[in-house]
C-alpha cells in the first residue's frame, strides 16, 4: 500500500521568506502526485500536482513543486510567502492503478509578520 | 467556480445513534468518494462510488457505513450506529473521470460522537 510522509508537522517562517515543505512518498511504478490546501474552516483545495511529463510543477498561489523519482519526494516551495499562506498543506499520492489518494498527515505553515 | 457543498457543518450525536452526512456533489461529476480526518491524523479513503455502486472502499468502512446517491443530486454516508472513534472531520469529494486528476472537495462535515 502506498505512503506518504510529512515530517513537519508546523513549519513556521516570516512573511516573505522562502519555504519548503517537504513530501516522501513509497516507490510505486506509477503515481501521481498532489498538493492540496486547506485554509481554516474550508476545504481541500489543489494547489497543484505531477502527472507526468517536467518534474517541475507550477501550481497557484506562487507554489511549485518538483517531482524527484530517485528520492521518492515531491517537496512543495515558495520563494516569499504571504499571511494569507497560513493554512494546512497536504501532499497525497495516487498509484496509477486505483483512483483513490493516499494523504499525508498535513504540514501547518505558520506565516508572521 | 463549482464547489461540493456538504451539510451539516457541524453534527453533535449520542453513541449509538444513527446520522447521515449529506453532499452536493458538482452536477456534471461521475464519481463521488468519502474521506475523514480524525484530529491530528491523516485524511482517510472511506469510499468511492461510481454508476450507484460502490467501486472500491477501505476496511474502515465496514456494516456501519453505507452510502447512497438517493436523488442524482445529493450524496449521503450514513453511519448506523456511531461510536467514539467515528468523531472525525468528513470530506465528500467528486470528480468528472476515475483519475482524479481534479478532485473537488467539500468543506467537510466535523462529527462529534459524545
Known amino acids: 500500500a502506498q505512503s506518504v510522509t510529512q515530517l513537519d508537522s508546523q513549519v513556521p517562517v516570516f512573511e516573505e521568506a522562502p519555504v519548503e515543505l517537504r513530501c516522501n512518498y513509497s516507490s510505486s511504478v506509477s503515481v501521481y502526485l498532489f498538493w492540496y490546501v486547506q485554509y481554516p474552516n474550508q476545504g481541500l483545495q489543489l494547489l497543484l500536482k505531477?502527472?507526468?511529463?517536467?518534474?517541475l510543477v507550477k501550481g497557484i498561489n506562487g507554489f511549485e513543486a518538483e517531482f524527484n523519482k530517485s528520492q521518492t519526494s515531491f517537496h512543495l516551495r515558495k520563494p516569499s510567502v504571504h499571511i494569507s499562506d497560513t493554512a494546512e498543506y497536504f501532499c497525497?499520492?495516487?498509484?496509477?492503478?486505483?483512483?483513490?489518494?493516499?494523504f499525508g498527515k498535513g504540514t501547518m505553515l505558520l506565516v508572521s509578520p | 467556480e463549482p464547489e461540493v457543498t456538504q451539510t451539516p457543518s457541524h453534527q453533535v450525536t449520542q453513541m449509538g445513534q444513527e446520522v447521515i452526512l449529506r453532499c452536493v456533489p458538482i452536477?456534471?461529476?461521475?464519481?463521488f468518494y468519502w474521506y475523514r480526518q480524525i484530529l491530528g491524523q491523516k485524511v482517510e479513503f472511506l469510499v468511492s462510488f461510481y454508476n450507484n455502486e460502490i467501486s472500491e472502499k477501505s476496511e474502515i468502512f465496514d456494516d456501519q457505513f453505507s452510502v447512497e446517491r438517493p436523488d442524482g443530486s445529493n450524496f449521503t454516508l450514513k453511519i448506523r450506529s456511531t461510536k467514539l472513534e467515528d468523531s472525525a472531520m468528513y470530506f465528500c469529494?467528486?470528480?468528472?473521470?476515475?483519475?482524479?486528476?481534479?478532485?473537488?472537495f467539500g468543506s467537510g462535515t466535523q462529527l462529534s460522537v459524545l
Open positions: 452536477s456534471n461529476h461521475l464519481y
Open positions: 469529494a467528486s470528480s468528472e473521470t476515475r483519475r482524479n486528476e481534479k478532485l473537488f
Open positions: 505531477y502527472l507526468s511529463g517536467s518534474t
Open positions: 497525497a499520492v495516487m498509484d496509477g492503478y486505483r483512483s483513490t489518494l493516499t
